[in-house]
Structures are given as structure tokens and as C-alpha cells.
């Protein structure tokens, strides 16, 4: 499925020179290394009408040797690409001299303005950034934990545990019935909001059983005929959405009102119509969600989501 954001970053992740330090060390010397500065959860971006990444040198990290690590992205066109938190700093964009040139957009706000690999560069990052700030104690032993593998793990000073950034897979389904599909509203979204529904797959449970079970539980609504069509990074903090269709096998609504406030089948126009333009009846995710491309594949017609 094509269009979906924060994917196709187009770095090499080089997952072989993480354990590599005196590649690393080497490559954080080159002035041709650039460096994603991130600021509580925000990346650099440069202002102005076309938005891109502000990357800056190593230089960006002397006299930081008490900070967060840099976290090792990944290599693009030989040159090796890192994330550093700046978060520790109070004016980062005054500091660094950044002012003027550059802000710190929430990403979720930025990233369908980036370039679709920079806004997927900002997702990887994002992830981790996030993932060592939360992680700096061993949830075995309570001891501090030290980064290590270019920052793809941690391990603890005490009893040695390593721990690794998690994914929190997210299952987005599209239930079917014909002509017909389901949306739900969260109470937290403005009215007509809908979308597809969705929930956390829980332990020792399939994707497919996910599906069946948080529909069951969000609508009340019994569902056969899973089918995977593709899946989102969602770094906000950890997700990856997997977004999948459905057969609906009964059709009676029953909303679970802690998870929605309402549920409801809309006919293929209508939805049309809105993925044209919010009708009084209908909104619909816009193009940065991965529920708009169900809904979009299902609204015209491509076989994979018949
Ligand atoms: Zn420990």
C-alpha cells in the first residue's frame, strides 16, 4: 500500500556497525555525519514554507558526554545518520544556534508536511529518543541501565539484563458488510469524526484474534475473514499499526461506551463523499492515518481489500 507515513525512510540501518564502537566513534568525528537534534520528543525542522529536517555536524555533541547517547539511525548515501536528545537544555534552539532558522514542531502536526522518507526518519527516531529517556532503570533490578549497541539497546550495571526498544503492535480493521462498513467514534474526537477501530494485540494472542476480539468488545459485532493489508509505524510512543479488513458475520451495534461513544455502518457513497470533503454526517481520517488507506482501497474498489 502505497502513501503511508513514516514509512520508506531509505536509510540502511546497518544493524551490523551497532556493535561496532570504533566505527562509530569514527563516524561521530566526520563533520559529514549529520546529526537529528530532538528536543522532548520534537525534531529539529527547518522553518518556512517547505519544511525539511534540520540536520546538524557532530559538533552539535561536544561537551555532551554526561547526555543521552546519539542513537545510530542508519547510512544514506555513505553517510552515517544519527538521533541526540537535547531535552537536558532549556533553550536549545537559542544554544545551539538554531533561532530563527529552525523549531521543534510536534511531529504528529509536522510529519505529512516533511518529505515522506525525512517524516519516516523523524518516526524511527522519535521511537527510540523516547524509548531511552523512559528506560534509564532496569525494570528487573531497579539499577541504572547504560546504553550500548549505538543505542538499539540498554543493559543494566547490576544484573546485566539487556533490554531493547519494544513495539506495541496495534491492530486497524475495516469491517465489511457489502456495501457497507464500520466506523467508530471515540468521545475524545470532534463530531462527525469516524474511524476505523482499533486496539493494542494483547500477549499470546494472534493478529487475527486481536481483530475478532476488539471488535467484539468495541461494537459487539462478530467478525470473520481477517486479512493483513499493511502496516504503519506509529511513534507515538511505541505503535505499529496493522491495518487489516474483516467480514462482518452479524450486523446489531452494541457500543462499548468506555472505548466509543458511538459505532455505526456508512454505505460506500457516503463514504465516498467524505473522503471528498466532511459531509454533515461524516468525517474521515486524513491521509496521515493508516485508516485512511483502508478505507480509501475499500472505496475504490482494490481487490486486496474487497
Ligand atoms: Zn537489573
Same mark, same amino acid.
Given at each position: 500500500?502505497?502513501?503511508?507515513?513514516?514509512?520508506?525512510?531509505?536509510?540502511?540501518?546497518?544493524?551490523?556497525?551497532?556493535?561496532?564502537?570504533?566505527?562509530?566513534?569514527?563516524?561521530?568525528?566526520?563533520?559529514?555525519?549529520?546529526? *537529528?537534534?530532538?528536543?522532548?520528543?520534537?525534531?529539529?525542522?527547518? +522553518?518556512?514554507?517547505?519544511?525539511? /529536517?534540520?540536520?546538524?555536524?557532530?559538533?552539535?555533541?561536544?561537551?555532551?558526554?554526561?547526555?543521552?547517547?546519539?542513537?545510530?539511525?542508519?547510512?544514506?548515501?555513505?553517510?552515517?545518520?544519527?538521533?541526540?536528545?537535547?531535552?537536558?537544555?532549556?533553550?536549545?534552539?537559542?544554544?545551539?544556534?538554531?533561532?530563527? !532558522?529552525?523549531?521543534?514542531?510536534?511531529?504528529?502536526?509536522?510529519?505529512?508536511?516533511?518529505? &515522506?522518507?525525512?517524516?519516516?526518519?523523524?518516526?524511527?527516531?522519535?521511537?527510540?529518543?523516547?524509548?531511552?529517556?523512559?528506560?534509564?532503570?532496569?525494570?528487573?533490578?531497579?539499577?541504572?541501565?547504560?546504553?550500548?549497541?549505538?543505542?538499539?539497546?540498554?543493559?543494566?550495571?547490576?544484573?546485566?539484563?539487556?533490554?531493547?526498544?519494544? +513495539?506495541?503492535?496495534?491492530?486497524?480493521? *475495516? !469491517?465489511?458488510? #457489502?456495501?457497507?462498513?464500520?466506523?467508530?467514534?471515540?468521545? @475524545?474526537?470532534?463530531?462527525?469524526?469516524?474511524?476505523?477501530?482499533?486496539?493494542?494485540?494483547? #500477549?499470546?494472542?494472534?493478529?487475527?484474534?486481536?481483530?475478532?476480539?476488539?471488535?467484539?468488545?468495541?461494537?459487539?459485532?462478530?467478525?470473520?475473514?481477517?486479512?493483513?493489508?499493511?502496516?504503519?509505524?506509529?511513534?507515538?510512543?511505541?505503535?505499529?499499526?496493522?491495518?487489516? +479488513?474483516?467480514?462482518?458475520?452479524?450486523?446489531?451495534?452494541?457500543?462499548?461506551?468506555?472505548? /466509543?461513544?458511538?459505532?455505526?455502518?456508512? +454505505?460506500?457513497?457516503?463514504?465516498? @463523499?467524505?473522503?471528498?470533503?466532511?459531509?454533515?454526517? *461524516?468525517?474521515?481520517? &486524513?491521509?496521515?492515518?493508516?485508516?485512511?488507506? *483502508?478505507?480509501?482501497?475499500?472505496?475504490? #474498489?482494490?481487490?486486496?481489500?474487497?
Amino acid at each position: 500500500m502505497k502513501g503511508i507515513v513514516f514509512s520508506g525512510s531509505g536509510l540502511d540501518r546497518a544493524a551490523h556497525r551497532r556493535r561496532d564502537a570504533a566505527w562509530l566513534r569514527e563516524r561521530l568525528a566526520d563533520d559529514a555525519t549529520r546529526v *537529528l537534534p530532538f528536543w522532548r520528543l520534537a525534531p529539529l525542522v527547518r +522553518t518556512g514554507d517547505a519544511p525539511r /529536517l534540520a540536520w546538524a555536524t557532530p559538533a552539535l555533541l561536544e561537551g555532551r558526554e554526561e547526555a543521552p547517547a546519539p542513537v545510530f539511525l542508519g547510512v544514506a548515501g555513505g553517510i552515517a545518520h544519527f538521533a541526540a536528545d537535547l531535552s537536558d537544555r532549556p533553550e536549545p534552539l537559542a544554544e545551539f544556534g538554531f533561532d530563527g !532558522v529552525a523549531h521543534f514542531p510536534d511531529l504528529r502536526a509536522i510529519a505529512g508536511l516533511l518529505p &515522506p522518507d525525512e517524516a519516516a526518519i523523524a518516526a524511527q527516531a522519535r521511537h527510540v529518543v523516547d524509548w531511552h529517556a523512559r528506560h534509564g532503570f532496569c525494570p528487573g533490578c531497579g539499577e541504572r541501565t547504560h546504553v550500548q549497541d549505538g543505542g538499539w539497546s540498554r543493559r543494566c550495571a547490576s544484573c546485566s539484563t539487556e533490554h531493547f526498544p519494544r +513495539t506495541d503492535p496495534v491492530v486497524i480493521m *475495516l !469491517v465489511l458488510d #457489502g456495501e457497507r462498513c464500520l466506523l467508530g467514534r471515540q468521545p @475524545a474526537w470532534p463530531r462527525p469524526f469516524f474511524s476505523a477501530l482499533a486496539g493494542f494485540v494483547e #500477549g499470546g494472542e494472534t493478529l487475527e484474534e486481536a481483530v475478532v476480539r476488539e471488535v467484539a468488545e468495541e461494537a459487539g459485532v462478530v467478525v470473520s475473514d481477517v486479512r493483513y493489508l499493511a502496516s504503519q509505524p506509529w511513534p507515538f510512543p511505541a505503535s505499529l499499526m496493522l491495518g487489516c +479488513t474483516a467480514r462482518a458475520a452479524t450486523r446489531e451495534i452494541v457500543v462499548d461506551r468506555s472505548e /466509543l461513544e458511538e459505532a455505526d455502518w456508512f +454505505t460506500k457513497d457516503e463514504v465516498r @463523499a467524505a473522503l471528498a470533503a466532511p459531509t454533515p454526517r *461524516l468525517a474521515v481520517p &486524513p491521509p496521515m492515518a493508516i485508516a485512511h488507506h *483502508l478505507i480509501r482501497a475499500w472505496v475504490e #474498489g482494490d481487490s486486496s481489500a474487497a
